[in-house]
């Protein structure tokens, strides 16, 4: 019996005249270009930041829901609000850094994300990343993948300014007054509610990438207009 082929997913509405107004492309990383995560355990860089904490004393700086996260982000974001600008945050952010670098190894590339950046790039939009995690994580990885060249200088992640991550636009300003560029010339594409969020304050149009059903409804809940759970039907707009 002969094997259908599968059939293209079909681009969501607009995404058309999305690609065509975009100069400046401005991407989350962790999603939308890799799974960063696929091979070494958020989790686990979860668990061992929170037991890092509690070895030095700080068992009650967390909240019970915040101690159980499965988020890294989470615990950092936590212990910031509590001790803003302080040497714990620091030194927490610094070894949540060395565990990003460390899933650099095992990360899991996007489904299309590597020929879409490179043939985005090849016919003349501009790329940022546009990120919470360490722009010394973003940068290993793209050079891991041949994709620095298409991204330089252009990678605005976390910062000791922990108040700034995302849903906070900065990251977004950042790339826009860099590039010189127009926030409705530009486009976001991101994986996440926070994602929206800030695009929607800095003036971006967004659309959202989504490895499934469940998280392309949160990104509809949260106001996402346009979303793909499969950046191929945007690699077909690119290259058409």
């Known amino acids: 019996m002969a094997v259908r082929a599968a059939r293209p997913a079909p681009a969501p509405d607009g995404l058309r005249d999305l690609v065509a107004r975009a100069r400046v492309v401005l991407w989350d990383f962790d999603g939308p270009i890799c799974r960063l995560f696929a091979g ?34 989470v615990v950092l974001r936590a212990v910031d609000r509590r001790h803003p600008r302080s040497d714990l945050v620091a030194e927490l952010e610094e070894r949540l850094t060395q565990e990003e670098l460390r899933a650099t190894a095992s990360a899991m590339p996007t489904a299309y994300a590597d020929p879409l950046i490179r043939t985005w790039t090849a016919v003349g939009s501009r790329m940022a990343i546009t990120t919470n995690n360490s722009p010394r994580v973003v940068r290993t990885y793209l050079e891991s993948r041949g994709l620095a060249g298409c991204f330089h200088p252009h990678v605005y992640g976390r910062t000791q300014e922990l108040h700034h991550l995302k849903p906070d636009p900065y990251c977004l300003g950042r790339a826009l007054n860099a590039m010189g ?3 409705a010339a ?8 926070t994602d929206h969020e800030a695009a929607r304050r800095a003036g971006v149009p967004f659309l959202g990438y989504a490895s499934d059903e469940h998280k392309a409804a949160l990104l509809r809940s949260a106001g996402a207009d ?15």
């Open 186 to 193: 530009a486009l976001m594409i991101g994986d996440a509610p």
């Open 181 to 183: 560029a127009a926030p």
């Open 226 to 240: 346009a979303v793909v759970t499969s950046l191929e039907p945007l690699l077909r707009e690119v290259r058409g």
């Open 40 to 73: 070494h355990s958020a989790e686990r860089v979860a668990r061992d930041l929170v037991q890092w904490l509690e070895g030095r004393g700080l068992h009650g700086l967390l909240t019970d829901t915040e101690r159980e996260t499965l988020d890294p982000q």
